[in-house]
Protein backbone atom coordinates (compact mmCIF):
# COMPACT_ATOMS: atom_id res chain seq x y z
CA UNK A 1 0.00 0.00 0.00
CA UNK A 2 1.14 3.50 -1.03
CA UNK A 3 1.61 5.63 2.02
CA UNK A 4 3.51 8.16 5.05
CA UNK A 5 4.41 6.27 7.51
CA UNK A 6 5.63 8.58 10.95
CA UNK A 7 6.57 7.50 14.28
CA UNK A 8 6.33 7.94 16.76
CA UNK A 9 2.56 9.07 16.71
CA UNK A 10 2.23 10.29 20.18
CA UNK A 11 5.18 11.37 22.49
CA UNK A 12 5.24 13.63 25.46
CA UNK A 13 9.37 14.08 26.59
CA UNK A 14 10.79 16.60 28.64
CA UNK A 15 12.62 20.33 27.37
CA UNK A 16 16.06 19.62 26.10
CA UNK A 17 15.57 16.11 26.16
CA UNK A 18 16.72 15.30 21.88
CA UNK A 19 14.17 13.83 19.80
CA UNK A 20 14.07 12.52 16.06
CA UNK A 21 10.56 11.67 14.50
CA UNK A 22 10.68 9.34 11.73
CA UNK A 23 9.00 9.80 7.93
CA UNK A 24 9.45 7.36 5.31
CA UNK A 25 7.83 6.88 2.07
CA UNK A 26 7.36 4.00 -0.26
CA UNK A 27 6.29 5.87 -3.21
CA UNK A 28 9.85 7.02 -4.25
CA UNK A 29 8.64 10.88 -4.22
CA UNK A 30 11.40 12.79 -5.01
CA UNK A 31 9.66 15.23 -2.48
CA UNK A 32 9.35 15.50 1.40
CA UNK A 33 8.16 17.80 3.68
CA UNK A 34 7.25 18.41 7.54
CA UNK A 35 4.69 20.50 9.19
CA UNK A 36 3.74 21.56 12.27
CA UNK A 37 0.09 22.24 12.76
CA UNK A 38 -1.41 24.26 15.74
CA UNK A 39 -4.74 25.77 16.70
CA UNK A 40 -5.56 28.96 14.85
CA UNK A 41 -2.45 28.94 12.69
CA UNK A 42 -3.44 26.25 9.76
CA UNK A 43 -0.20 24.27 8.56
CA UNK A 44 2.91 26.01 8.31
CA UNK A 45 5.83 24.67 6.49
CA UNK A 46 8.87 23.85 8.89
CA UNK A 47 11.76 22.37 6.55
CA UNK A 48 11.51 20.87 3.02
CA UNK A 49 13.40 18.71 0.61
CA UNK A 50 13.64 18.68 -3.20
CA UNK A 51 15.54 15.09 -3.34
CA UNK A 52 18.15 13.46 -1.84
CA UNK A 53 20.74 15.72 0.13
CA UNK A 54 19.01 18.87 -0.92
CA UNK A 55 17.08 20.58 1.85
CA UNK A 56 15.41 24.00 2.34
CA UNK A 57 13.93 25.63 5.20
CA UNK A 58 10.33 26.63 5.26
CA UNK A 59 8.03 29.37 7.50
CA UNK A 60 9.05 28.18 11.22
CA UNK A 61 12.69 25.98 10.82
CA UNK A 62 13.94 27.39 14.30
CA UNK A 63 14.78 24.76 16.36
CA UNK A 64 14.37 21.80 14.07
CA UNK A 65 16.82 19.67 12.37
CA UNK A 66 16.61 17.30 9.14
CA UNK A 67 18.08 15.14 6.97
CA UNK A 68 17.73 13.40 3.75
CA UNK A 69 20.26 10.83 3.10
CA UNK A 70 17.95 8.35 1.17
CA UNK A 71 15.10 8.92 -1.00
CA UNK A 72 12.28 7.49 1.58
CA UNK A 73 13.59 8.79 4.68
CA UNK A 74 13.17 12.19 6.12
CA UNK A 75 13.57 12.60 9.78
CA UNK A 76 12.49 15.54 12.03
CA UNK A 77 15.52 16.41 14.70
CA UNK A 78 14.47 18.12 17.79
CA UNK A 79 18.16 18.83 19.38
CA UNK A 80 16.69 20.62 22.56
CA UNK A 81 13.11 20.91 22.46
CA UNK A 82 11.64 23.63 24.11
CA UNK A 83 7.18 23.41 25.23
CA UNK A 84 6.68 26.11 22.28
CA UNK A 85 7.20 22.91 20.28
CA UNK A 86 3.98 21.25 21.41
CA UNK A 87 2.31 20.65 18.58
CA UNK A 88 0.60 18.04 16.04
CA UNK A 89 3.28 17.24 13.15
CA UNK A 90 2.63 15.81 9.89
CA UNK A 91 5.24 14.84 7.32
CA UNK A 92 4.07 15.08 3.55
CA UNK A 93 5.57 13.41 0.28
CA UNK A 94 4.95 15.11 -3.10
CA UNK A 95 6.49 13.18 -6.88
CA UNK A 96 8.66 15.23 -8.78
CA UNK A 97 8.01 18.52 -8.26
CA UNK A 98 5.83 19.82 -11.48
CA UNK A 99 4.32 16.56 -11.60
CA UNK A 100 0.75 16.90 -10.60
CA UNK A 101 0.65 20.15 -9.53
CA UNK A 102 2.44 19.35 -6.26
CA UNK A 103 -0.39 17.25 -4.85
CA UNK A 104 1.12 15.85 -1.32
CA UNK A 105 0.62 12.96 0.20
CA UNK A 106 0.39 13.38 4.47
CA UNK A 107 1.62 10.76 6.75
CA UNK A 108 -0.97 10.17 9.56
CA UNK A 109 0.90 12.93 12.16
CA UNK A 110 2.77 12.97 15.58
CA UNK A 111 1.66 14.78 18.46
CA UNK A 112 4.51 15.78 20.63
CA UNK A 113 3.74 17.21 24.09
CA UNK A 114 7.26 18.96 25.38
CA UNK A 115 6.85 19.26 29.67
CA UNK B 1 3.51 35.91 -3.80
CA UNK B 2 0.70 33.38 -3.84
CA UNK B 3 -1.95 32.94 -1.45
CA UNK B 4 -4.77 31.38 -0.31
CA UNK B 5 -7.85 33.37 1.95
CA UNK B 6 -10.36 31.06 3.45
CA UNK B 7 -13.50 33.23 4.54
CA UNK B 8 -14.65 31.77 7.92
CA UNK B 9 -12.66 29.76 10.62
CA UNK B 10 -15.82 27.76 11.43
CA UNK B 11 -19.11 27.34 9.12
CA UNK B 12 -21.67 25.63 10.43
CA UNK B 13 -24.48 23.85 8.88
CA UNK B 14 -27.57 21.27 9.36
CA UNK B 15 -27.98 17.92 8.58
CA UNK B 16 -29.02 18.05 4.80
CA UNK B 17 -28.07 22.03 3.97
CA UNK B 18 -25.93 23.11 1.38
CA UNK B 19 -22.50 23.05 2.25
CA UNK B 20 -20.15 26.22 1.01
CA UNK B 21 -16.78 26.75 2.02
CA UNK B 22 -15.32 29.86 0.93
CA UNK B 23 -11.52 30.08 -0.93
CA UNK B 24 -10.05 32.75 -2.67
CA UNK B 25 -6.16 32.34 -3.82
CA UNK B 26 -3.79 34.66 -5.86
CA UNK B 27 -1.56 34.16 -8.73
CA UNK B 28 0.01 36.00 -11.29
CA UNK B 29 0.61 32.56 -13.32
CA UNK B 30 -1.77 29.63 -14.13
CA UNK B 31 -2.32 27.92 -10.32
CA UNK B 32 -2.92 24.57 -9.30
CA UNK B 33 -5.93 24.61 -6.69
CA UNK B 34 -6.46 21.74 -3.86
CA UNK B 35 -8.65 20.81 -1.17
CA UNK B 36 -8.28 18.21 1.37
CA UNK B 37 -9.93 17.23 4.71
CA UNK B 38 -8.39 16.76 7.94
CA UNK B 39 -11.05 14.28 9.87
CA UNK B 40 -10.68 14.11 13.85
CA UNK B 41 -7.40 12.62 14.71
CA UNK B 42 -6.29 11.95 11.51
CA UNK B 43 -3.84 13.19 8.58
CA UNK B 44 -4.75 15.44 5.30
CA UNK B 45 -6.80 13.79 2.63
CA UNK B 46 -7.03 15.14 -0.72
CA UNK B 47 -10.41 15.92 -1.20
CA UNK B 48 -10.23 17.20 -5.27
CA UNK B 49 -7.48 19.17 -7.15
CA UNK B 50 -7.83 21.21 -10.05
CA UNK B 51 -5.60 21.01 -12.53
CA UNK B 52 -6.21 23.24 -15.72
CA UNK B 53 -8.42 20.58 -16.94
CA UNK B 54 -12.20 21.15 -16.35
CA UNK B 55 -13.47 24.02 -14.26
CA UNK B 56 -15.59 21.79 -12.03
CA UNK B 57 -14.16 19.46 -10.34
CA UNK B 58 -15.33 16.49 -9.12
CA UNK B 59 -13.74 14.94 -5.65
CA UNK B 60 -14.71 12.26 -3.01
CA UNK B 61 -17.75 11.92 -0.51
CA UNK B 62 -20.41 14.35 -3.32
CA UNK B 63 -17.90 17.45 -2.95
CA UNK B 64 -17.64 19.50 -5.73
CA UNK B 65 -15.13 22.87 -6.72
CA UNK B 66 -15.30 25.44 -9.43
CA UNK B 67 -12.45 27.21 -10.62
CA UNK B 68 -13.66 30.90 -11.44
CA UNK B 69 -10.44 32.79 -12.73
CA UNK B 70 -12.31 35.99 -12.90
CA UNK B 71 -13.23 35.69 -9.39
CA UNK B 72 -10.23 34.09 -8.13
CA UNK B 73 -12.19 31.23 -6.60
CA UNK B 74 -12.38 27.91 -5.51
CA UNK B 75 -14.94 27.57 -3.28
CA UNK B 76 -16.37 23.84 -2.24
CA UNK B 77 -19.76 22.64 -2.49
CA UNK B 78 -21.73 19.75 -1.19
CA UNK B 79 -25.41 19.71 -1.81
CA UNK B 80 -26.66 18.08 1.80
CA UNK B 81 -24.38 17.88 4.40
CA UNK B 82 -24.08 14.64 6.37
CA UNK B 83 -22.96 14.34 9.77
CA UNK B 84 -19.65 12.66 8.71
CA UNK B 85 -18.88 15.72 6.59
CA UNK B 86 -17.73 17.75 10.37
CA UNK B 87 -13.72 18.06 9.51
CA UNK B 88 -11.17 20.73 9.34
CA UNK B 89 -10.92 21.33 5.57
CA UNK B 90 -7.81 23.39 3.57
CA UNK B 91 -7.29 25.13 0.55
CA UNK B 92 -4.14 25.19 -1.14
CA UNK B 93 -2.68 26.53 -4.63
CA UNK B 94 0.57 25.83 -6.44
CA UNK B 95 2.00 27.16 -9.27
CA UNK B 96 5.84 27.42 -11.21
CA UNK B 97 6.06 30.23 -9.19
CA UNK B 98 6.27 28.56 -6.21
CA UNK B 99 8.16 25.91 -7.45
CA UNK B 100 4.78 23.37 -7.45
CA UNK B 101 5.06 23.68 -3.35
CA UNK B 102 1.82 24.02 -1.50
CA UNK B 103 0.63 27.34 -0.25
CA UNK B 104 -2.48 26.52 2.04
CA UNK B 105 -4.79 28.99 3.85
CA UNK B 106 -5.68 28.81 7.29
CA UNK B 107 -8.29 25.99 7.51
CA UNK B 108 -12.22 26.25 7.72
CA UNK B 109 -13.76 23.84 10.25
CA UNK B 110 -17.19 22.61 9.13
CA UNK B 111 -19.73 21.74 11.83
CA UNK B 112 -22.71 19.65 11.20
CA UNK B 113 -25.97 20.12 13.56
CA UNK B 114 -28.20 17.80 14.14
Known amino acids: EAQVTQNPRYLITVTGKKLTVTCSQN?????MSWYRQDPGLGLRQIYY???????DKGDVPEGYKVSRKEKRNFPLILESPSPNQTSLYFC??????????????FGPGTRLTVL | AQSVTQLGSHVSVSEGALVLLRCNYSSSVPPYLFWYVQYPNQGLQLLLK????ATLVKGINGFEAEFKKSETSFHLTKPSAHMSDAAEYFCAVSSRDSNYQLIWGAGTKLIIKP
Open chain 2, 50 to 53: YTSA
Open chain 1, 27 to 31: MNHEY
Open chain 1, 49 to 55: SMNVEVT
Open chain 1, 92 to 105: ASSPRPGLAGGEQF
